[in-house]
């Protein structure tokens, strides 16, 4: 065994060096920009339908029918914005017993082009993505982000998400002001005459994101045992004493890219179990972000979450019924899309890079005595982060 693995060690210090990978072919896709960010990202334009976007020899192309062709033209990234009507034509003369679509556009465009390969993206429809393959179109998934670029946000993109994070504080300072303006009558919050619910609470927040010059969709404002499940919207009355979670994540109409706040309330008086318990999450988002800078793991940020929570011995626990504690991600990229490269949590040892923005959300959860969860935004850079998120921390409303 030892001459093995001798002998191997040799014939591997003589080895030659593998050579570089081959790029990548261009990127191709069929998409619209409200379910795409990278559509959005590819044309910086709005295109509420699908298209086909695709690049060649260096330069961006779009289809587009009659009906978005002048908007698009004009406003859009693309080096060639090209009439779909007439490339369906082109189609129906080519294949006149077949009703023509997506994927004969797009091989006839990529024949004119001379461009047979193209990169799509994990989410790329499958429907096309069979028929392109049987005209003869190369194509080759994306192992990961289509647009690794995303990642790093430019001066302008980081103006937008500031704007994206000040319509987020604007919601949530909604939510505070309904809160103190609430009467605690029994186990009932009532506002304007009536009793709060989960429903108004966040009909308040998407009015003040809207009037701001964002849409907020799926927004939460959940209480009490609800607000243990990091996703439930909330629904039903809200009620005094319990801990609220409110978390906004609007998306700036103008620009396409998003806000993403969280912030944890009480209408009443905490209990010292409560109090103890947004204390500990602030302690740890204050962790987190003492150490984020460039070139750090994702996994030590998370990490220094979960150790401060350990230290204040608040438990994690998974049973068939569910978990409790701290059992989601410390947080996550965000631009065009809520959700977006890189993620910060135990699953992740890639390094944060400057210029990169990410989510800081820490959070507890334990039904009976209620959740917290304190989410901002930071942009990372050399030597720690830039705060693109500002929103008062004050929690306990009396």
Same mark, same amino acid.
């Given at each position: 065994?030892?001459?093995?693995?001798?002998?191997?060690?040799?014939?591997?210090?003589?080895?030659?060096?593998?050579?570089?990978?081959?790029?990548?072919?261009?990127?191709?896709?069929?998409?619209?920009?409200?379910?795409?960010?990278?559509?959005?990202?590819?044309?910086?334009?709005?295109?509420?339908?699908?298209?086909?976007?695709?690049?060649?020899?260096?330069?961006?192309?779009?289809?587009?029918?009659?009906?978005?062709?002048?908007?698009?033209?004009?406003?859009?990234?693309?080096?060639?914005?090209?009439?779909?009507?007439?490339?369906?034509?082109?189609?129906?003369?080519?294949?006149?017993?077949?009703?023509?679509?997506?994927?004969?556009?797009?091989?006839?465009?990529?024949?004119?082009?001379?461009?047979?390969?193209?990169?799509?993206?994990?989410?790329?429809?499958?429907?096309?993505?069979?028929?392109?393959?049987?005209?003869?179109?190369?194509?080759?998934?994306?192992?990961?982000?289509?647009?690794?670029?995303?990642?790093?946000?430019?001066?302008?993109?980081?103006?937008?998400?500031?704007?994206?994070?000040?319509?987020?504080?604007?919601?949530?300072?909604?939510?505070?002001?309904?809160?103190?303006?609430?009467?605690?009558?029994?186990?009932?919050?009532?506002?304007?005459?009536?009793?709060?619910?989960?429903?108004?609470?966040?009909?308040?927040?998407?009015?003040?994101?809207?009037?701001?010059?964002?849409?907020?969709?799926?927004?939460?404002?959940?209480?009490?045992?609800? #607000?243990?499940?990091?996703?439930?919207?909330?629904?039903?009355?809200?009620?005094?004493?319990?801990?609220?979670?409110?978390?906004?994540?609007?998306?700036?109409?103008?620009?396409?890219?998003?806000?993403?706040?969280?912030?944890?309330?009480?209408?009443?008086?905490?209990?010292?179990?409560?109090?103890?318990?947004?204390?500990?999450?602030?302690?740890?988002?204050?962790?987190?972000?003492?150490?984020?800078?460039?070139?750090?793991? #994702?996994?030590?940020?998370?990490?220094?979450?979960?150790?401060?929570?350990?230290?204040?011995?608040?438990?994690?626990?998974?049973?068939?019924?569910?978990?409790?504690?701290?059992?989601?991600?410390?947080?996550?990229?965000?631009?065009?899309?809520?959700?977006?490269?890189?993620?910060?949590?135990?699953?992740?040892?890639?390094?944060?890079?400057?210029?990169?923005?990410?989510?800081?959300?820490?959070?507890?959860?334990?039904?009976?005595?209620?959740?917290?969860?304190?989410?901002?935004?930071?942009?990372?850079?050399?030597?720690?982060?830039?705060?693109?998120?500002?929103?008062?921390?004050?929690?306990?409303?009396?």
């Amino acid at each position: 065994m030892a001459n093995r693995s001798s002998n191997l060690i040799q014939l591997l210090s003589h080895a030659v060096p593998p050579s570089p990978l081959p790029p990548a072919p261009p990127p191709l896709l069929y998409a619209d920009t409200e379910r795409s960010a990278d559509a959005l990202y590819f044309g910086r334009v709005d295109v509420p339908d699908p298209f086909v976007a695709l690049a060649a020899h260096g330069k961006k192309y779009a289809v587009v029918s009659a009906l978005e062709f002048g908007r698009v033209r004009r406003n859009s990234a693309f080096d060639r914005v090209l009439p779909l009507e007439t490339y369906l034509a082109k189609a129906r003369e080519i294949w006149p017993q077949r009703k023509p679509g997506a994927a004969e556009v797009i091989f006839i465009l990529a024949r004119e082009l001379r461009q047979l390969s193209f990169t799509v993206p994990e989410d790329f429809p499958a429907g096309v993505y069979e028929k392109l393959f049987e005209l003869g179109l190369d194509l080759v998934v994306a192992n990961g982000p289509l647009f690794p670029s995303r990642e790093i946000k430019t001066p302008t993109e980081i103006a937008a998400l500031r704007e994206g994070n000040r319509c987020s504080a604007l919601g949530i300072a909604a939510a505070a002001s309904v809160l103190r303006a609430s009467v605690i009558r029994g186990r009932a919050l009532i506002y304007q005459g009536k009793t709060l619910t989960s429903e108004r609470l966040k009909f308040a927040i998407e009015s003040a994101c809207l009037a701001a010059g964002a849409v907020s969709t799926n927004t939460i404002a959940a209480g009490g045992n609800q #607000a243990c499940d990091p996703h439930q919207r909330g629904s039903g009355p809200i009620r005094p004493h319990e801990l609220i979670i409110v978390d906004v994540f609007p998306r700036v109409s103008a620009s396409g890219y998003h806000g993403d706040m969280t912030r944890t309330f009480l209408r009443g008086h905490a209990s010292d179990a409560q109090r103890d318990l947004v204390a500990a999450v602030r302690a740890a988002q204050l962790a987190a972000l003492k150490i984020i800078r460039a070139g750090i793991t #994702a996994r030590a940020v998370h990490e220094a979450v979960v150790a401060t929570f350990a230290a204040r011995r608040y438990e994690t626990h998974h049973t068939p019924k569910g978990s409790s504690g701290f059992f989601h991600g410390t947080g996550h990229g965000l631009g065009l899309a809520v959700h977006e490269s890189p993620g910060v949590s135990s699953r992740y040892d890639n390094i944060l890079r400057r210029g990169t923005v990410v989510t800081v959300e820490p959070g507890l959860y334990y039904p009976g005595l209620g959740a917290c969860r304190i989410e901002d935004v930071v942009q990372v850079t050399a030597i720690g982060h830039n705060l693109l998120s500002k929103s008062p921390y004050t929690w306990e409303l009396r």
